[in-house]
Protein backbone atom coordinates (compact mmCIF):
# COMPACT_ATOMS: atom_id res chain seq x y z
CA UNK A 1 0.00 0.00 0.00
CA UNK A 2 2.78 2.38 0.76
CA UNK A 3 4.37 2.23 -2.84
CA UNK A 4 1.01 2.41 -4.28
CA UNK A 5 0.61 5.84 -2.19
CA UNK A 6 3.99 7.19 -2.83
CA UNK A 7 3.46 6.49 -6.42
CA UNK A 8 1.19 9.03 -6.33
CA UNK A 9 2.72 11.40 -4.36
CA UNK A 10 0.49 11.11 -1.34
CA UNK A 11 1.87 10.65 2.50
CA UNK A 12 0.48 8.29 4.65
CA UNK A 13 1.24 7.05 8.13
CA UNK A 14 -0.88 5.89 11.01
CA UNK A 15 -2.42 9.47 11.81
CA UNK A 16 -1.76 11.39 9.12
CA UNK A 17 -3.08 10.88 5.07
CA UNK A 18 -1.28 14.28 2.89
CA UNK A 19 -2.26 15.29 0.01
CA UNK A 20 0.52 16.64 -3.10
CA UNK A 21 -0.57 19.85 -2.13
CA UNK A 22 0.17 19.69 1.52
CA UNK A 23 -3.35 19.22 2.42
CA UNK A 24 -3.01 16.97 5.75
CA UNK A 25 -5.99 14.95 7.24
CA UNK A 26 -4.31 14.24 10.61
CA UNK A 27 -6.32 12.21 13.52
CA UNK A 28 -7.16 15.02 16.38
CA UNK A 29 -9.39 15.38 19.45
CA UNK A 30 -12.33 15.87 16.82
CA UNK A 31 -11.30 13.39 13.73
CA UNK A 32 -9.49 10.11 13.41
CA UNK A 33 -7.77 8.21 10.31
CA UNK A 34 -8.80 4.75 10.02
CA UNK A 35 -8.30 2.05 8.41
CA UNK A 36 -10.17 -1.46 7.62
CA UNK A 37 -9.04 -4.61 5.87
CA UNK A 38 -11.66 -6.85 5.13
CA UNK A 39 -13.80 -5.52 7.70
CA UNK A 40 -11.06 -5.95 10.47
CA UNK A 41 -9.81 -2.55 12.14
CA UNK A 42 -5.69 -2.30 11.26
CA UNK A 43 -3.65 0.61 12.71
CA UNK A 44 -1.35 1.34 9.26
CA UNK A 45 -1.78 -0.36 6.11
CA UNK A 46 1.66 0.99 4.58
CA UNK A 47 3.08 -2.66 4.99
CA UNK A 48 -0.19 -4.11 3.59
CA UNK A 49 0.20 -6.15 0.16
CA UNK A 50 -2.91 -6.12 -1.18
CA UNK A 51 -4.38 -9.69 -2.50
CA UNK A 52 -6.58 -10.44 -4.44
CA UNK A 53 -10.83 -9.86 -3.87
CA UNK A 54 -9.07 -7.96 -0.70
CA UNK A 55 -11.75 -4.97 0.11
CA UNK A 56 -10.13 -1.67 1.87
CA UNK A 57 -11.55 0.53 3.71
CA UNK A 58 -10.02 4.41 5.19
CA UNK A 59 -12.14 6.87 6.82
CA UNK A 60 -11.66 10.55 8.09
CA UNK A 61 -13.92 12.01 10.21
CA UNK A 62 -16.10 11.33 13.17
CA UNK A 63 -17.44 8.43 12.70
CA UNK A 64 -19.45 6.56 15.03
CA UNK A 65 -18.87 2.50 15.15
CA UNK A 66 -22.33 2.09 14.04
CA UNK A 67 -21.64 4.32 10.82
CA UNK A 68 -18.21 2.50 10.12
CA UNK A 69 -20.51 -0.59 10.63
CA UNK A 70 -22.55 0.86 7.78
CA UNK A 71 -19.43 1.83 5.66
CA UNK A 72 -17.98 -1.84 5.98
CA UNK A 73 -21.72 -3.34 5.28
CA UNK A 74 -22.20 -1.03 1.95
CA UNK A 75 -18.49 -2.12 0.96
CA UNK A 76 -18.32 -5.80 1.36
CA UNK A 77 -22.01 -5.31 -0.33
CA UNK A 78 -19.85 -4.35 -3.53
CA UNK A 79 -19.08 -6.68 -6.53
CA UNK A 80 -15.43 -7.10 -7.46
CA UNK A 81 -15.59 -6.83 -10.76
CA UNK A 82 -13.03 -9.05 -12.22
Do not use: A
Request: hydrophobic fraction near 30%; proline fraction near 1%.
Amino acid sequence: MEYLFNSLSMGLDEKCFIFPDGKQFCTNDEYSLKYFINGESVSDIRGYEINEDDKILITFGGETDEQVQEYLKQLDNQEIIK
